[in-house]
Nanobody
Framework: VQLQAFGGGVVQTGDSLRLSCAASERTFSARYMGWFRQAPGKEREFVAAIPWSRSSTYYADSVKGRFTISRDNGQNTLYLQMNSLKPEDTAAYYC???????????????????WGKGTLVTVSS
């Protein structure tokens, strides 16, 4: 297994949660790492992405200001800090790695070659 996300759970509106994604060294050296989510009956959507250099971070408008993506290159771990959670954040969250994505494509799931199993986040109202 090259990617493994964990940290999901059941929380209430307004709570915080931190997701982690452990990766193999080879996978973690990918050009971009990202988080996507998929709610029941909906398509998978982009949440956030970060390059290996950590020089920038990118977010979906729906989570901007509430979620923070980060990575620890020494520990080969990707994080997603989620604050002020809302019921509409309920979804399975997936971490992904891309070895070839360019900036214009990082919001597309097609740009990512490696995927971990999802971790479920449920936000109750």
């Amino acid at each position: 297994v090259q990617l493994q996300a964990f940290g999901g759970g059941v929380v209430q509106t307004g709570d915080s949660l931190r997701l982690s994604c452990a990766a193999s060294e080879r996978t973690f050296s990918a050009r971009y790492m990202g988080w996507f989510r998929q709610a029941p009956g909906k398509e998978r959507e982009f949440v956030a992405a970060i390059p290996w250099s950590r020089s920038s971070t990118y977010y979906a408008d729906s989570v901007k200001g509430r979620f923070t993506i980060s990575r620890d290159n020494g520990q080969n771990t990707l994080y997603l800090q989620m604050n002020s959670l809302k019921p509409e954040d309920t979804a399975a969250y997936y971490c992904a790695a891309s070895t070839s994505a360019i900036l214009s494509s990082i919001r597309s799931s097609n740009a990512y070659s490696y995927w971990g199993k999802g971790t479920l986040v449920t936000v109750s109202s």
